[in-house]
């Protein structure tokens, strides 16, 4: 079956850091592949998206590239604020049950200022 | 739009006890889907409805009752709770935005714990 593989965390880093949260996947078919950020005490939201291979996916600052060759889809921002902390998933959907997602386990980004 | 509804906010059950965990979208949102998140392990698939009347299993269905008799509302039954089914529990509502894509919006949550 599908299956997404992401970094374990905590990560920790000092505010205007580089972060990077790798991420991978298996799939039988074309997946949809998904960021979503869960801030403390609320539910997930959807952060950025990409529906194919080579697309990036890009929203507040974040960048995600499709890359299907290496079936990984990276979550990238340049400079992280103290408001980026929460836990950031990786998902994907397969395009014939697309409303059914796939997630990883989950990374906790914690941002000190 | 109040978008996807969740009550309660956070339970405490006795081992064997049931309950209904309510979920309503305000999107008319045709689809919807059931999610526990449990530690290190992301969210996992329990239930899903395509639609009024149609409901299907998802990754881990078992102990889990679910029913779609409007468009709105997705209730989750809990028939004879166990601790193993201590989680967060997400509802999740979404429409096709493509060819096989579709756009998810998830309620804030029910912290469920079974004693």
């Known amino acids: 079956g599908d299956s997404v593989t992401q970094m374990e965390g905590p990560v920790t880093l000092s505010e205007e850091a580089f972060l990077t949260i790798n991420c991978t996947y298996t799939?039988?078919?074309?997946?949809?592949l998904f960021w979503y950020v869960q801030y403390p005490g609320e539910g997930l939201q959807l952060l950025l998206k990409?529906?194919?291979?080579?697309d990036k996916g890009s929203n507040k600052g974040f960048e995600a590239t499709y890359r299907k060759e290496t079936t990984s889809f990276h979550l990238e921002k340049g400079s992280v604020q103290v408001s980026d902390s929460a836990v950031y998933f990786c998902?994907?959907?397969?395009?014939?049950?697309?409303?059914?997602?796939?997630f990883g386990g989950g990374t906790r980004v914690l941002v000190k200022p | 739009n109040a978008g996807v509804t969740q009550t309660p906010k956070f339970q405490v059950l006795k081992t064997g006890q049931s309950m209904t965990l309510q979920c309503a979208q305000d999107?008319?949102?045709?689809?919807m889907s059931w999610y526990r998140q449990d530690p290190g392990m992301g969210l996992r698939l329990i239930h899903y409805?395509?639609?009024?009347?149609?409901?299907d299993q998802g990754e881990v269905p078992n102990g889990y009752n679910v029913s779609r008799s409007t468009t709105e509302d997705f209730p989750l039954r809990l028939l004879s709770a166990a601790p193993s089914q201590t989680s967060v529990y997400f509802c999740?509502?979404?429409?096709?935005?493509?060819?096989?894509?579709?756009?998810?919006?998830f309620g804030p949550g029910t912290r469920l714990t079974v004693t």
């Open positions: 998902a994907l959907s397969d395009r014939a049950a697309g409303n059914k997602l796939t």
């Open positions: 999107m008319n949102h045709e689809y």
């Open positions: 999740a509502s979404s429409y096709p935005t493509g060819p096989g894509t579709y756009e998810q919006y």
């Open positions: 990409a529906t194919k291979a080579d």
């Open positions: 409805s395509v639609g009024a009347g149609i409901t």
């Open positions: 799939a039988t078919g074309y997946p949809s």
